[in-house]
């Protein structure tokens, strides 16, 4: 498809990019954000008159968007009022998936009640913890949290609806890193549920990934096939199909996203960027003799890239740490020629501003 790069940078908001931090969360549903900045920078880029870190650490803090593990045991940051409904459809899976982890951690059901009850009691009345100050009411309620067991305990606890991540723990001089932990019960006042929540998923991953297919539904949501294709058939009256041969294609019913006026060639994506690693096949973003380099490498992490043009370029680099957080980016083209050092240069200067602002 000559023109998938133009659509789906659209569909993403990449260029098209809306109106607030809050339109941006609500249009991608579920924004990858295992590096808390990157899932920021990510909602930043998709967002109109560049918003900064703070802008962004603000919607958090009014209860617009929180982050949980909402797929594929992997965290996301996604509105708020729509936890409950997804968890719905994908906690489960998510359970299963780490069923044989909890096992060797020793973690089953009755330990998780044991954790839950000592959460809700710390956190009622607005409480927020840091995660070390969760895990050591876990301990005090004779729940250990030693190793891995601690992190596995509070992603039960988050596939439970139980707690989320919400407000920004303040950082002092250099970029906030961690999130207060809050019961989901009292933080999130304005939840509410389609009525049709498969069909619902599934047309938004199309109208915010799409082109698409139901095997990319189905690596994105961690949903089986099976299940992506009843999603699919749910919501046939909302999605189109793409004129062509083999798997079907999906785009969003209606006219695409509106292409912004002067909007830059060249982007710097964080790393797990939905444009790039939200798809069973990969190839439509990043020439296969490239994927390698970006990944997910053997240690599961996927780079921050350069995109020109909607194909990846390159990679990026920065150190967050405070006092090194003031430098510039460093920039490693794969493709010579592909973009300018000026082009280049401005879209990690965007970033800049972004973190510093």
């Known amino acids: 498809m000559r023109a998938l790069p133009d659509r789906r940078l659209r569909s993403h908001l990449l260029t098209a990019p809306a109106a607030s931090i809050a339109d941006a969360a609500g249009h991608m549903t579920a924004t990858q954000a295992q590096e808390f900045w990157g899932g920021r920078w990510a909602l930043a ?3 109109r008159g560049e918003p900064t870190l703070r802008d962004v650490d603000a919607a958090f803090d009014r209860a617009e968007i929180v982050r949980s593990w909402t797929m594929r045991g992997t965290i996301h940051i996604v509105p ?3 936890l409950g409904w997804l968890l719905a459809l ?6 299963q998936g780490l069923a044989a982890t909890h096992r060797r951690e020793g973690i089953d059901a009755a330990e998780l009640d044991r954790a839950e009850r000592a959460a809700l009691t710390a956190l009622a009345g607005g409480g927020r913890l840091t995660r070390a100050e969760l895990f050591a009411v876990l301990e005090g309620a004779g729940v250990p949290t030693s190793g891995q067991r601690g992190y596995h305990l509070l992603c039960g606890l988050s596939w439970r609806g139980v707690v989320c991540q919400g407000p920004v723990v303040p950082r002092a001089g250099g970029p906030t890193r961690e999130q207060y932990i809050v019961r989901t019960d009292e933080w999130i006042t304005d939840a509410a549920a389609p009525v049709e929540p498969l069909a619902e998923l599934f047309t938004r991953y199309i109208g915010s990934h799409g082109p698409a297919g139901i ?7 961690g949903l089986p096939l099976g299940v992506a294709r009843e999603a699919a058939a749910a919501a046939s009256d909302r999605v189109s199909v793409v004129p062509g041969e083999g798997e079907p294609v999906y785009v969003a019913a209606g006219p695409a996203p509106r292409r912004a006026p002067r909007m830059p060639e060249v982007l710097a994506l964080p790393p797990f960027d939905e444009y790039y690693l939200s798809y069973a096949d990969r190839t439509g973003a ?11 490498g053997a240690n599961g992490m996927v780079r921050p890239v350069l995109v020109a043009r909607g194909e990846v370029v ?10 090194r957080h003031e ?10 020629g592909a973009a300018s050092a000026e082009q280049v240069d401005a879209a990690l200067q965007r970033y800049r501003r972004f973190l510093l602002g």
């Not at 994908?90 to 359970?95: I, L, V, Y």
């Not at 095997?215 to 949501?221: E, L, T």
């Not at 990043?286 to 997910?296: D, M, Q, S, T």
């Open 286 to 296: 990043c020439a296969p003799a490239l994927l390698g380099r970006v990944g997910p």
């Open 215 to 221: 095997r990319d539904f189905s690596w994105w949501s």
């Open 45 to 47: 880029l998709r967002t």
């Open 80 to 82: 708020a009022r729509d």
């Open 327 to 336: 430098g510039d980016p460093l920039p490693e083209l794969f493709t010579e």
């Open 90 to 95: 994908t906690g489960e899976r998510q359970r």
């Open 314 to 323: 390159g990679a990026w680099s920065h150190s967050h740490a405070v006092g």
